[in-house]
């Protein structure tokens, strides 16, 4: 695997930077130590990057030029940037907590939030200066999070607690909690909605193999959907129409009808989906394959597998992975 | 099977090769292989069923299953090891066409086998000269799932521990495969 890395890095140093505009793809590959930037639409891994010790959580910052990485063994985050020649590099490498898993940018960009599987808390970190400025107590084993549009909430699915924390981001205090499934671990924001056009969140209930459909204003939920096998995240379509859902003990995605919730298909993938995330102009949705080392593409329409393409070493990709 | 992973465990710790980066839970995994000089028809007609396992791992005295190579099944292995420990495993999903299963720990103690959350595959193919080749790959957690594990529950304990079944195992299939 070192020399494998070793090889893209050499690999990147001659490949032309992608173009702007073309989405990119961050995925973690937690057995290498480093992240793959994926040209997306060349379909390709163009950079490799070494960062902190096992690094699984991700997530890209509005705009895309800065990426924030979650080191659980390293208890920090790294942070990548890219420059205005498209190249990538980390710029900073910042002690967060004890075992920093998902990690969440604000919608300005001005917050970073890094969940401590061990301390039960979500660190805040001001993107400007990199400096802890706050610290919430949330549920336990706190793992994915997600910000509503309007910047004002912060959802933090705890693990080992069964519910989702609803973090009020003008004061970080913790004002409500949500019930939902059996060890929730993805959580995902939802604009759209369903047939109510009402906002919600969709989160992957691992060890109740559901995904729970919740209200983010009532505070409640309002829907069950099974799914196969160790769900693990869950991406939706721009329009609310689909919804996917990696099953890490199944080898699948499940693809939900986002208005009636009825499965229309499991579509088999590598073992161990992991991360997964629509890409921008939502045809597509990104699956990382933690057994198979590899990243693949599901073309949603047609409900298959049409690209796949080896990364490092235990691709985990758990957040927002993507840049458009 | 289980002192010989844990004398692994020591073999490594004696040369100095346990890492000191044993920190949170990461899950780890592993693949085995085995070259067989036998069909792969023959070689997946001895692993097929899931309740076989005690057929051609020695380290395995039974392994019943309550009900067969259905999704679901849940076997009950039971090792030969001094108090009879058990492990007790659920069938994850079984491909008869491709010879493949994968399954996963439901219930094991830590002292059993010091690993959290395993799942496995066992998958069996035609290596393109008339023979076959057998691959038994892991995912799992080690056994202590907090910061700062003891060196009998880390990592690297994991590891060897799971090789160790695995290794075990796909030799001796290995043998019986190849038997006239």
Same mark, same amino acid.
């Given at each position: 695997m070192r020399a494998h890395a070793f090889l893209l890095g050499l690999a990147a140093l001659v490949a032309a930077a992608p173009a702007a505009g073309r989405p990119l793809a961050y995925i973690t590959d937690q057995g290498s130590d480093s992240i793959a930037v994926v040209d997306v639409d060349g379909w390709k891994v163009v950079e490799t990057l070494e960062v902190g010790r096992k690094p699984a959580g991700v997530a890209v910052a509005p705009g895309g030029d800065r990426i924030y990485v979650s080191n659980p063994e390293g208890s920090s985050l790294s942070v990548v940037e890219r420059g205005p020649d498209g190249r990538h590099r980390v710029v900073a490498g910042i002690s967060v907590g004890k075992g920093p898993l998902g990690v969440a940018a604000d919608r300005t960009g001005k917050l970073v939030f890094a969940a401590d599987w061990y301390a039960d808390q979500v660190h805040v970190v001001d /993107? /400007?200066? +990199? =400096?802890? $400025?706050s610290s919430i107590t949330v549920g336990r084993s706190p793992s994915g999070m997600t910000v509503s549009p309007d910047n004002a909430r912060l959802f933090v699915a705890n693990r080992e607690s069964d519910s989702i924390s609803v973090v009020d981001l003008s004061t970080f205090v913790e004002i409500g909690r949500v019930a939902v499934g059996k060890a929730p671990f993805g959580v995902t924001y939802d604009a759209a909605g369903g047939t109510d056009g009402k906002p919600r969140l969709l989160v992957a209930n691992v060890q109740s193999g559901d995904v729970s459909v919740v209200? !983010? $204003?009532?505070?409640?939920?309002v829907e069950r959907i099974k799914v196969r096998a160790f769900p693990y995240a869950v991406a939706v379509t721009g329009d609310g129409a689909r919804i996917l859902v990696t099953n890490q003990h199944d080898d699948s995605v499940s693809v939900i009808d986002?208005?009636?919730? /009825?499965?229309?298909a499991v579509v088999p993938v590598g073992d161990y989906p992991e991360g997964i995330v629509t890409a921008p102009d939502q045809t597509h949705a990104l699956v990382a394959c933690w057994m198979d080392d590899e990243l693949e593409s599901i073309d949603i329409a047609k409900m298959t597998v049409d690209r796949t393409l080896k990364v490092g070493s235990g691709p985990r990709a758990f957040g927002q992975f993507i840049a458009p | 099977m289980k002192r010989w992973a844990w004398a692994m465990v020591a073999f490594l710790f004696c040369l100095g090769l346990a890492p000191a980066w044993a920190h949170g839970p990461s899950r780890q995994k592993i693949a085995e292989t085995v070259d067989i000089n036998a069909p792969v028809d023959k070689v997946w007609a001895i692993v097929k069923d899931f309740d076989a396992l005690a057929k051609w791992h020695p380290g395995v005295a039974s392994s019943a299953a309550? =009900?067969?190579?259905? $999704?679901g099944s849940v076997r009950i292995v039971v090792l030969k090891a001094p108090g009879d420990p058990k492990i007790v495993e659920e069938l994850l999903s079984y491909n008869d066409a491709g010879h493949t299963y994968h399954y996963g720990g439901k219930d094991v103690d830590v002292k059993v086998?010091? $690993?959290?959350?395993y799942t496995s595959w066992l998958t069996a193919g035609d290596n393109g000269h008339g023979g076959s080749t057998v691959e038994w790959k892991g995912a799992f957690y080690r056994?202590? +799932?907090?910061?700062? !594990? !003891?060196p009998e529950l880390n990592d690297e304990a994991a590891v060897a521990a799971v090789t160790a079944v695995y290794r075990a195992g796909l030799d001796n299939l290995k043998k019986l495969a190849e038997a006239p």
């Open positions: /993107a /400007a200066s +990199l =400096k802890e $400025v209200d !983010p $204003v009532a505070l409640r939920e986002g208005r009636t919730y /009825a499965t229309l | 309550d =009900k067969g190579n259905a $999704v086998l010091p $690993v959290s959350n056994g202590f +799932l907090n910061n700062d !594990p !003891p």
